[in-house]
């Protein structure tokens, strides 16, 4: 018999068909974090279930001195679920936790799980507003970024989490959008999420306000500092600094 090393938990009861689900990981300027992190406190989002894996860490995260699972599931009531991490993913979990994603997002009939994530900038400092770039799996998502009026990320590579969880999608013929916005590639980056929470605006018909998280922005970096370390050092394992070696656009 194989052996299970992916659970979701607490979400049995709960009916997801026909949600968007986001996807915040870290990875490029914690971007995806930090949004999913924001976007979960703006709406006042319950949690809902989390995920287990033989494959992560022994990793429990304490809040208001209740124990948590680091990888966890939110709900807005509606249509809206978000799936965020407080840790960083080892390279051995992350096949297995996209995978996973994947396939139980298209069991459970979810309509679009969108990954968020940065794009490293060499000339980041130099960008006011960062620009969002989309990738998209069939021509449908194609249409809705279109519609949003989302740049098609058009040439490059993706490498790491993100990626893994596009080709598991793909697999599973689970439609999904990849979202990517200009960030640093070594520093916690809330300016790309803004921007990133701002296209989800546009693309879902939300309406989170960045006005906090750009005022927060120096405390966020500040206490996101620990988790932008072990970050960087899985982006190196992952090879992921050579990609800025790539011409045009590249992630």
Request: glycine letters at 8%; one cysteine or more.
């Amino acid at each position: 018999m194989e052996r299970e090393t992916f659970r979701i938990i607490g979400m049995e009861g709960v009916d997801v068909k026909g949600a968007k689900l986001l996807v915040g990981i870290p990875d490029v300027g914690l971007v995806g974090v930090i949004a999913t992190s924001h976007i979960v406190q703006s709406l006042k989002m319950k949690e809902l279930g989390h995920i287990d894996s033989d494959e992560v860490p022994p990793i429990v995260v304490i809040h208001e001195n209740e124990p948590k699972s680091p990888i966890r599931f939110y709900g807005d009531g509606g249509n809206l679920l978000v799936l965020t991490t407080e840790i960083v993913l080892p390279p051995t979990a992350i096949f297995t936790v996209s995978r996973g994603i994947a396939r139980w997002a298209k069991s459970q009939g979810v309509d679009l799980v969108i990954g968020l994530t940065g794009l490293a900038t060499p000339n980041r400092l130099e960008i006011e507003k960062p620009a969002v770039y989309g990738v998209a799996t069939n021509p449908e998502t194609r249409q809705i970024l279109g519609k949003a009026g989302i740049k098609p990320f058009e040439e490059g590579l993706l490498v790491g989490t993100y990626a893994t969880l596009l080709r598991e999608c793909l697999r599973a013929e689970q439609a999904n959008l990849t979202l990517l916005a200009e960030a640093h590639l070594q520093f916690p980056d809330p300016g790309a999420s803004a921007s990133i929470i701002e296209t989800l605006n546009r693309l879902l018909n939300l309406n989170v306000d960045v006005g906090e998280l750009l005022d927060k922005a120096e405390e966020i970096r500040v206490k996101a500092r620990e988790l932008m370390k072990r970050t960087q050092e899985q982006l190196r394992s992952l090879k992921k600094i050579q990609e800025q070696e790539l011409p045009g656009i590249y992630v």
